[in-house]
């Protein structure tokens, strides 16, 4: 009788532990990680509206800054509505391998009290918010290919069909549970997502706009590099933001991809002045504020899986092949990208997303376990190729639609006045 009751008490206090284990197990709010997210949040958007606005702005003539600003602007508010409308429910919800569902459109079911499935630790406002802001700073990035010469009502339209149908999409493959997530793709921060899926849509509008009026004839010269400079620092700051942010905690793995972000980043601009000095001659700082984001871009997809060392090889590494992205690969694709687009971030995103499935062993100062590098990168390589069909595809019959029913370009006259007069009848500067 004794043993039976012993055995009956030990069953009570057992169960009793169970559920106050559970208890405490149970997810819930942590202060510090919400705030390091919201402040994540606000760092990405710093990148958007100022930072991608002004790194553009300086590099386009001076007729066509004011079109730049407006462009980037209006795609930051236009993304914004369709992303808290549908985009964040079709993005984050449900286990489709391509699409989400329509579950939280309107944001539907959220309350300043949800957590996030995601993050558990803060609410799922605050994660919403985070992801709508890389949609916004895409969005912005493949402005650069046909800039200075296409209608700004062509810009918009493409954009809210090219978010719906490309970066959604991707967005929900990659990070949403989708296939490529399933199949085990790393992409710390967007190297596919975000820079891949924009640059080709760049490139592909570089092609279906045309080249601009005086390209080949006479050399398109930037305004403002002064302007290009405070730009690429704007971005530079607010990538912290954006691959830190990414670990979703403050916790170690936010500190990884912060030293990460800055070490990759500067090792670029350091390879692409050098590199510049001995082919042209002389470092310039046009070349080494590209370098710069090149560096940005190449560690995106591996912020959270490298070390520092390997971010710094990457670095070094993007740095140079950038460089001749924009120079010798820009020459053969033969296309007007007017800014670049396509030779930083699209070669960058690429480089960035097979270096990862490398970097991310340990033996290599990664934090990857298991890895197989062979195997890994050829799940990289599938997913690089998956982004760039995906947008090429998405981005084609969007140009296609547009320029039938509403034309992309403006007219030769337009161009020649600039954009600034002929879409907003304002300027930028005082002539």
């Known amino acids: 009788m004794k043993r039976l009751n012993r055995l009956i008490i030990g069953l009570i206090v057992f169960c009793i532990s169970s559920l106050a284990f559970a208890e405490e197990a149970a997810p819930s709010l942590d202060s510090g990680d919400t705030a390091w997210l919201l402040t994540s949040t606000l760092l990405v958007l710093l990148m958007t509206a100022p930072g991608i606005g002004l790194f553009y702005g300086g590099l386009v003539r001076a007729k066509n800054m004011l079109s730049i600003l407006m462009q980037t602007f209006m795609a930051f508010s236009l993304v914004t509505v369709l992303w808290f409308l549908y985009g964040y429910s079709f993005a984050f919800t449900g286990d489709g391998p391509i699409i989400g569902t329509a579950e939280k459109v309107f944001m539907k079911g959220i309350s300043i009290d949800t957590l996030s499935t995601v993050l558990p630790t803060v609410p799922e406002y605050a994660w919403a918010a985070f992801q709508g802001s890389f949609a916004c700073i895409t969005a912005t990035l493949l402005i650069g290919g046909f800039a200075e010469r296409v209608k700004f009502g062509a810009v918009m339209a493409f954009i809210a069909i090219w978010f719906t149908l490309s970066y959604i999409p991707q967005a ?233 029913v509403w034309g992309l370009r403006v007219t030769e006259e337009q161009e020649e006045e600039g954009l600034d007069k002929a879409s907003h009848g304002e300027s930028a500067y005082r002539y």
């Not at 997809?301 to 120079?327: E, H, K, Q, S, Y």
């Not at 499935?357 to 390589?381: H, K, P, R, Y």
Request: aromatic share 10%.
């Open 172 to 404: 929900h493959m990659v990070w949403g549970g989708g296939f490529l997530q399933e199949d085990g793709a790393l992409d710390f921060a967007g190297g596919t997502v975000v820079h891949i899926n924009a640059a080709v849509a760049g490139l592909i509008g570089a092609y279906f706009v045309g080249r601009r009026k005086d390209f080949g004839r006479n050399t398109l010269r930037p305004h403002s590099l002064t302007l290009t400079m405070v730009g690429a620092s704007l971005l530079w700051i607010g990538w912290f933001g954006f691959n830190a942010g990414s670990a979703g905690a403050a916790n170690g793995l936010a500190g990884l991809a912060f030293v990460n972000t800055v070490c990759a980043a500067s090792a670029a601009a350091l390879s692409w002045a050098i590199a510049e000095t001995f082919t042209r001659g002389q470092p310039g700082m046009l070349g080494a504020a590209s370098g710069a984001v090149a560096g940005l871009v190449v560690i995106t997809p591996a912020a959270g899986f490298v070390g520092p060392v390997g971010a710094i090889f990457m670095g070094l590494m993007a740095g140079v092949v950038c460089l001749w992205g924009v120079t010798g690969l820009k020459r053969m694709l033969r296309a007007d990208d007017a800014l670049d687009s396509f030779g930083v971030h699209g070669v960058g995103g690429i480089v960035g997303a097979i270096l990862t499935g490398i970097f991310v062993n340990t033996a290599l100062g990664g934090q990857g376990t298991d890895f197989s590098m062979m195997e890994q990168v050829w799940i990289q390589f599938k997913s690089v190729v998956v982004s760039g069909v995906w947008s090429g595809v998405v981005s084609v019959a969007a140009y296609f639609i547009i320029d039938k």
